[in-house]
């Protein structure tokens, strides 16, 4: 095991992202616990913020068991969502951008106003503004797909795109919502708002305190995605993705090449 710089490892893992290239493991290399992934996660995202990117919010990532078995780590993650992943919806994407790219359901809060550290489930939903269907592409810079939960989190917990569907009343019930995710109109993958931690509310809380960790707060406006709900689903050229959410509508995308 050798030691590599975090300010090295930031710069591997923005490169691997911003060229769509895949990049090795850091963990079967170096040292690398959690505290310092997340420290990497931080330079790396801080390398976009100096290329003129903007921070919107934040993901949370493996609050689901489907989740944590498909990529065989058991730990709740977070990454930065910034503007340049927003994707439309509706809009054309293309693999080019990518690595290996999954789309999975999400569901989406809007913040109205601050939160961060310890709170109840009322208090985290008292600040949020809106709730919404979401779909987040997610793609490993790591060959393969493959990490351990510090790489994996230096990897900005794998974010590259998010659509956001309407906004909708926060007091819309969400914690046992229906899910499907389809493929060019048949459905593949199938599941419940409840995958997320028992209650998608659950995932905001920890948000809330996972970012203080990092002496952040959840700021007004700013989009928390709380996780997949069932198995994120590959990517394929001239395929179109739609997921809904009982009460919360439709989102999705069409992959052009
Ligand atoms: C890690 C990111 C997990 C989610 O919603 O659980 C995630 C991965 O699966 O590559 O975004
Ligand atoms: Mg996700």
Request: charged fraction near 20%.
């Amino acid at each position: 095991m050798t030691r590599l710089a975090l300010a090295q490892m930031a710069e591997i893992a923005d490169d691997g992202a911003r060229r769509a290239t895949a990049i090795a493991q850091f963990t079967t290399e170096h040292e690398l616990d959690v505290a310092d992934a997340y420290a990497v996660q931080a330079l790396s995202i801080g390398r976009r913020i100096t290329r003129g990117e903007r921070i919107v919010g934040v993901k949370m990532g493996l609050t689901s068991r489907a989740k944590m078995a498909q990529v065989g780590v058991d730990s709740v993650i977070w990454g930065r969502l910034t503007d340049a992943m927003l994707l439309a919806d509706g809009a054309p994407l293309s693999l080019s951008r990518y690595v290996h790219p999954r789309v999975e359901p999400e569901i989406a809060f809007l913040m109205e106003r601050p939160l961060g550290g310890k709170v109840t489930g009322m208090e985290a939903m008292a600040a949020v503004g809106g709730v919404a269907a979401a779909a987040e592409v997610i793609d490993s810079r790591y060959e393969d797909f493959r990490f351990a939960l510090p790489d994996v989190i230096a990897d900005n917990s794998s974010s590259s795109g998010f659509v956001v569907g309407d906004w909708h009343d926060p007091a819309t019930p969400i914690d046992n919502l229906g899910i499907a995710l389809a493929v060019d109109g048949r459905i593949q993958e199938v599941g419940s708002s409840a995958a997320i931690l028992g209650n998608p509310v659950r995932s905001l809380v920890e948000a809330a305190r996972m970012v203080d960790e990092a002496g952040l707060r959840l700021e007004p406006g700013w989009i928390v995605l709380a996780g997949g709900a069932t198995a994120a689903v590959s990517l394929t050229a001239g395929s179109s993705y739609r997921i809904s959410v009982e009460s919360l509508g439709r989102v999705g995308f069409t992959v052009t090449d």
